[in-house]
């Protein structure tokens, strides 16, 4: 099956500082969708990507679908302790017929 | 707000038993899918099911798994005699269209001992 990598794998940071993450394929994506899971939850949506090159914001969270197509990009601006959680992207690939996952990025935020 | 929702959240069985899994997708979607999630690990996708019959699955659903739709709300995940490795987090989710946005329910624990 396809391999999402999704990088970095774990991050601990200041509240208040700026997160990156992303996630890169060898295959070519039509939707890109990332989550944020907690302990013992479900993964809840924060944005979908539809275009290459898309830019989406949902308040302090940011995310691009990468114009190669490729790749996608999510940063979370300002951090506060609630972002703590393991964020998840999902990617639909060109040639295929389900979502794939990414390994996860854990984000601890120290108060 | 729509969710969609499992029951129940943690289901505990013994090796060999069969298991039920239960879902309400959102009402207004025509896909829904099964995930699985072992401890640690990422989510792995089962099987997505459409217009009343099985559309995709992936190699760890094998002839132990079935799903079905009995009504016109639920859509349950069986698994037929249960293993070890079974023990995981199952989740389901549903869509409005095939590569759209998924939402997902809060899962079912199955612990198989």
């Known amino acids: 099956g396809q391999q999402l990598n999704q990088s970095p794998q774990s991050m601990f940071i200041q509240e208040g500082e700026d997160v990156s993450m992303n996630c890169t394929s060898s295959?070519?994506?039509?939707?890109w969708l990332w989550y944020k899971q907690d302990p013992g939850e479900g993964p809840v949506l924060l944005i979908a990507?539809?275009?290459?090159?898309e830019l989406t914001s949902n308040g302090r969270l940011t995310a691009q679908f990468g114009i190669t197509r490729k790749d996608s990009f999510l940063n979370i601006s300002a951090s506060i302790p609630s972002d703590v959680g393991i964020y998840f992207c999902a990617g639909y690939p060109n040639t295929g017929n389900q979502f794939y996952f990414g390994t996860g990025t854990s984000l601890t935020v120290i108060p | 707000e729509p969710e969609v929702t499992q029951t129940p959240s943690h289901q505990v069985t013994q090796m060999g038993q069969e298991v039920i899994l239960r879902c309400v997708p959102i009402s207004n979607h025509l896909y829904f899918y099964w995930y699985r999630q072992i401890l640690g690990q990422k989510v792995e996708f089962l099987v997505s099911f459409y217009n009343n019959e099985i559309s995709e699955k992936s190699e760890i659903f094998d002839d132990q798994f079935s799903v079905e739709r009995p009504d016109g709300s639920n859509f349950t995940l069986k698994i037929r005699s249960t293993k070890l490795e079974d023990s995981a987090m199952y989740f389901c989710?549903?869509?409005?269209?095939?590569?759209?946005?998924?939402?997902f329910g809060p899962g079912t624990r199955l612990t198989v001992l």
């Open positions: 990507l539809y275009k290459a090159g």
């Open positions: 295959s070519i994506f039509n939707t």
């Open positions: 989710a549903s869509s409005a269209q095939v590569y759209n946005e998924q939402f």
